[in-house]
C-alpha cells in the first residue's frame, strides 16, 4: 500500500477525511488479517466468523517525517474505535527513499508506506520488478496536493525582488553568479555570499523533487518532462552553475 502527500497545514475538514481514509485502511487490514476465518458448514456452504478472542495486529507504517504530528494524531483517534482496540499502529520515521530501500530489503516492520511525494514511485517499482517482480502495490491514494516552496528571509527577499523582480530558478541563477554576493545584490557585504540549499537528491524526496523542478523550469515546461530536455546541454551547463 502506498500513501502518498507532503506536509500541510490541514482544516478540520481536511483531518476528518485524512483520518477516515486511515480508519478505513486499517479496519480493512484488520478484517483481513485477524476477523475472517472461512469454515465450511453442512452442504459446503463457506461462513465467516470473527474471533473476539483473536490476538492483537500489529502494523507497521513507514512515513516521511513530515506527516509526523498529524499521523500521530490519526493513530490516537483509530485506537479509540473498535477495530483500533485490536490493531497496533506502529510509525516508522524514515525519509521517502530510505523507507523504499527497507522494503526492497525486506524489512518485514513496514506494511504500508507512505513517502512524502509520489516523485520516487516509479524507481521503487523498476527496482522491486527487477528483484521480486510483479507490484509491491496493494492500493493507492494521495492524501494531499502541496506545492514547493522557496524560503527565505523577509528583508533578504525584498532586497532580492528589488533587483530581480522575483525569485525564481532563473534569478536565483543569476544570483548565484554575482561574485559579490549579497554586497552587489543589495548593498549589504555583512550579509556574505548568496546562498542556495536543498537537501540530497539521492537521499531526500525534496531534494529530488527540487532537481526536477528546477529542470521543468528551465525547459518552460509544466509537464512531460523527458530525458531529452535532461540530456540537453543547455540544462546541463546551467544546473552545474546552480
Given at each position: 500500500?502506498?500513501?502518498?502527500?507532503?506536509?500541510?497545514?490541514?482544516?478540520?475538514?481536511?483531518?476528518?477525511?485524512?483520518?477516515?481514509?486511515?480508519?478505513?485502511?486499517?479496519?480493512?487490514a484488520?478484517?483481513?488479517?485477524?476477523?475472517?476465518?472461512?469454515?465450511?458448514?453442512?452442504?459446503?456452504?463457506?461462513?465467516?466468523?470473527?474471533?473476539?478472542?483473536?490476538?492483537?495486529?500489529?502494523?507497521?507504517?513507514?512515513?516521511?517525517?513530515?506527516?509526523?504530528?498529524?499521523?500521530?494524531?490519526?493513530?490516537?483517534?483509530?485506537?479509540q474505535?473498535?477495530?483500533?482496540?485490536?490493531i497496533?499502529?506502529?510509525?516508522?520515521?524514515?525519509?521517502?527513499?530510505?523507507?523504499?530501500?527497507?522494503?526492497?530489503?525486506?524489512?518485514?516492520?513496514?506494511?504500508?508506506?507512505?513517502?512524502?511525494?509520489?516523485?520516487?514511485?516509479?524507481?521503487?517499482l523498476?527496482?522491486?520488478?527487477?528483484?521480486?517482480?510483479g507490484?509491491?502495490?496493494?492500493?493507492?491514494?494521495?492524501?494531499?496536493?502541496?506545492?514547493?516552496?522557496?524560503?527565505?528571509?523577509?528583508?533578504?527577499?525584498?532586497?532580492?525582488?528589488?533587483?530581480?523582480?522575483?525569485?525564481?530558478?532563473?534569478?536565483?541563477?543569476?544570483?548565484?553568479?554575482?561574485?559579490?554576493?549579497?554586497?552587489?545584490?543589495?548593498?549589504?557585504?555583512?550579509?556574505?555570499?548568496?546562498?542556495?540549499?536543498?537537501?540530497?537528491?539521492?537521499?531526500?524526496?525534496?531534494?529530488?523533487?527540487?532537481?526536477?523542478?528546477?529542470?521543468?523550469?528551465?525547459?518552460?515546461?509544466?509537464?512531460?518532462?523527458?530525458?531529452?530536455?535532461?540530456?540537453?546541454?543547455?540544462?546541463?551547463?546551467?544546473?552545474?552553475?546552480l
Amino acid at each position: 500500500m502506498v500513501l502518498e502527500g507532503n506536509e500541510t497545514k490541514l482544516k478540520p475538514a481536511g483531518k476528518v477525511v485524512i483520518v477516515l481514509f486511515i480508519l478505513g485502511c486499517l479496519a480493512g487490514a484488520y478484517y483481513l488479517f485477524v476477523g475472517r476465518s472461512s469454515t465450511h458448514g453442512a452442504g459446503g456452504t463457506e461462513r465467516s466468523t470473527i474471533f473476539s478472542n483473536s490476538p492483537d495486529v500489529e502494523i507497521g507504517i513507514a512515513y516521511g517525517t513530515e506527516k509526523q504530528r498529524w499521523l500521530e494524531w490519526a493513530v490516537e483517534q483509530f485506537a479509540q474505535t473498535s477495530e483500533g482496540k485490536h490493531i497496533k499502529i506502529n510509525l516508522i520515521p524514515m525519509g521517502s527513499q530510505e523507507g523504499a530501500h527497507a522494503i526492497l530489503e525486506g524489512d518485514k516492520r513496514i506494511n504500508a508506506w507512505s513517502p512524502a511525494s509520489s516523485v520516487y514511485k516509479d524507481v521503487f517499482l523498476q527496482d522491486w520488478q527487477v528483484k521480486y517482480s510483479g507490484s509491491p502495490f496493494v492500493r493507492e491514494e494521495s492524501l494531499a496536493l502541496t506545492p514547493m516552496v522557496f524560503v527565505i528571509w523577509d528583508e533578504r527577499f525584498q532586497a532580492f525582488r528589488q533587483k530581480y523582480k522575483e525569485l525564481s530558478f532563473q534569478t536565483i541563477s543569476q544570483a548565484l553568479q554575482e561574485k559579490g554576493g549579497w554586497n552587489t545584490i543589495a548593498a549589504k557585504p555583512e550579509w556574505g555570499l548568496f546562498k542556495f540549499g536543498h537537501s540530497n537528491p539521492l537521499q531526500s524526496n525534496s531534494g529530488l523533487m527540487t532537481i526536477v523542478v528546477a529542470a521543468y523550469s528551465y525547459q518552460n515546461k509544466t509537464t512531460n518532462l523527458g530525458l531529452k530536455d535532461v540530456v540537453d546541454v543547455g540544462f546541463q551547463n546551467w544546473m552545474e552553475k546552480l
